[in-house]
């Protein structure tokens, strides 16, 4: 058990996950104790009730991307709308190409889908990315070809929150009859989100990014022109228009609908709040010599701030955080084993530059006086680990 008076750093790490935020817990809690009913179950009033409440969350869902409530699938999380997205459309689209499109600095849950379809024969191409993190838009309109059928794209980065030119890319895609997914568990209720703006086909989203609870999230496929054929990955039961079979998980849906709902409303002002105290963060540790910016300094997630710092053990490092803030390194760190972020080596970084970052997830809960204090401690803590030794790098 967890002690209850034990210290806990400031959490900055909210690009893994968030708290949920108390006014979307409060609309779940009915659908756990009154309205428990199984919406698949039609011939009675909880089944009525945990129905409707889906429906209307469909319809929050849906209109906060620009779509229509026929064209939300809800899923377990990302990860299996990236999976049900890319493996079904490949899988309806086989007989028309098998050449498939995505960037190397994709997340795993994007990347290993892709890996799995080039092990059945799919001929995959795989985007560099520029120092910025930005893909070459030359590059990637010269690696479309005729057999191309799918083309995936992430609206913003986990690791370094880069904002990718989505709107150029799907317009690209569209005016070649290729179909565009992209991952948008990052970029929800952070960033202005529209399917038809955006010329986007297939989008994934998570409620755990924006405040909302663990364990739901929802694949948008487009209906009409083009109307999207995507072979389901689970069968039995035909739920979901029979897209993903299982029972429907009504409080997960209404917290989901409800935390986005509520990021909508506030995304201006936080947008401006957020890029302020990143800003305040980054001021202070650039300050100190051989400290790296990876990704766009401005065409990023406004609460999203990934450095290297040169001169100190990677793993001395991230120690070193750990009474400060609870942050990420984006990489695998053990004290056996340690492997570069996939993400910044793509970028150009080294293997010790890579090792040797901290990306810092500022969240709607982040303080400025929380953040200053933090700067404070990490630029000690950092000029201690160095004390004695030259850059490293």
């Known amino acids: 058990m967890i002690e209850q008076n034990m210290y806990r750093p400031t959490y900055l790490d909210c690009h893994s996950t968030t708290p949920v935020d108390p006014r979307v817990v409060e609309v779940m809690i009915p659908f756990f104790t009154t309205h428990f009913g199984n919406p698949a179950s039609t011939n009675h009033l909880y089944g009525w009730e945990a129905e409707t409440a889906i429906t209307q969350a ?31 459309v490949a899988e309806s ?3 028309r190409g098998r050449h498939l499109i995505t960037v190397q600095t994709e997340h795993r849950a994007v990347l290993d889908p892709f890996d799995y379809l080039q092990s059945l024969g799919f001929d995959l191409t795989l985007l560099s990315v520029q120092p910025d993190g930005f893909i070459d838009l030359d590059q990637f309109q010269q690696s479309l070809r005729s057999d191309t059928i799918l083309v995936s794209v992430m609206a913003a980065n986990n690791e370094i929150g880069v904002l990718q ?24 209720g952070k960033i202005p989100l529209h399917v038809e703006k955006m010329s986007i086909d297939l989008m994934s989203l998570t409620a755990h990014k924006v405040y909302g609870p663990k364990g739901i999230g929802a694949l948008y496929i487009r209906k009409h022109t083009p109307r999207v054929k995507v ?31 509520l990021a909508l409303t506030e995304m201006d002002h936080e947008t401006q709040r957020l890029t ?94 929380e953040i200053d204090a933090v700067a404070t401690e990490t630029v000690a803590m950092i000029q201690s680990l160095r004390h004695g030794r030259k850059i490293l790098f």
């Open 276 to 369: 302020q105290l990143r800003e305040n963060l980054w001021c202070t540790l650039s300050s100190l010599e051989g400290v790296f910016l990876n990704g766009h300094p401005s065409q990023r997630l406004p609460g999203n701030l990934n450095i290297s710092v040169a001169g100190v053990d990677s793993e001395a490092l991230l120690l070193g955080m750990q009474p400060i803030a609870a942050v990420s390194s984006g990489s695998a760190c053990t004290s056996a084993n340690a492997n570069p972020s996939h993400v910044l080596k793509a970028l150009g970084r080294s293997t010790p530059q890579a090792l040797a970052s901290i990306r810092f997830g500022l969240g709607r809960f982040t303080t400025a006086q």
């Open 165 to 188: 030119p989505i709107e150029v890319i799907g317009q690209i895609c569209r005016d070649r009859h290729i179909l565009f997914h992209t991952d948008a568990a990052q970029a929800i």
């Open 58 to 88: 469909r319809e929050i869902v849906a209109a906060a991307i620009g779509a229509t409530s026929g064209e939300i699938i809800f899923t377990s999380g990302a990860t299996e709308a990236n999976n049900l997205a890319i493996k079904g």
């Open 231 to 261: 072979a389901p990955q689970l069968h039995g039961g035909g739920h979901e228009h029979g897209m993903r079979s299982g029972t429907l998980y009504t409080p997960q849906i209404v917290g989901f609908a409800k935390a986005i709902q």
């Open 93 to 95: 689209y086989f007989d």
